[in-house]
């Protein structure tokens, strides 16, 4: 016999495990929706940025110790957006600041 345990979200006694199938279902497809920037073509093209990566557009050093390569979308939010390489630190400093971002991209153009 299963153990009856209270659902994380509802509360009503479950033999599901952390949460009821309700509150299960609707969990994972908040989650899928969450990630829609990372469908079709998204981890190919991530994958080739980081592996051809030479400088940071938004800093514009190099490679750093300790501080991997990550796809940076130029248009935060936006699935289509181009893909720059960034330092991890660079890149969580920048958060989804749009405006700030598309600065710099248009200034590293014209270097």
């Known amino acids: 016999?299963?153990?009856?345990?209270?659902?994380?979200?509802?509360?009503?006694?479950?033999?599901?495990?952390?949460?009821?199938?309700?509150?299960?279902?609707?969990?994972?497809?908040?989650?899928?929706?969450?990630?829609?920037?990372?469908?079709?073509?998204y981890r190919k093209?991530?994958?080739?940025?980081?592996?051809?990566?030479?400088?940071?557009?938004?800093?514009g050093e190099g490679a750093i110790n300790g501080d991997p390569w990550t796809a940076d979308h130029v248009q935060p939010g936006d699935p289509e957006s181009i893909l720059l390489p960034a330092h991890r630190s660079c890149n969580s400093r920048r958060g989804d600041a749009k405006g700030r971002r598309a600065e710099a991209y248009t200034s590293m153009e014209k270097r």
Do not use: K
């Open 1 to 41: 016999m299963a153990i009856m345990r209270p659902c994380l979200d509802c509360r009503c006694l479950s033999a599901n495990g952390s949460r009821c199938q309700t509150c299960a279902g609707r969990r994972e497809a908040g989650r899928a929706a969450g990630r829609a920037h990372y469908r079709g073509d």
């Open 45 to 59: 093209r991530a994958a080739e940025v980081r592996a051809t990566a030479t400088i940071c557009w938004l800093c």
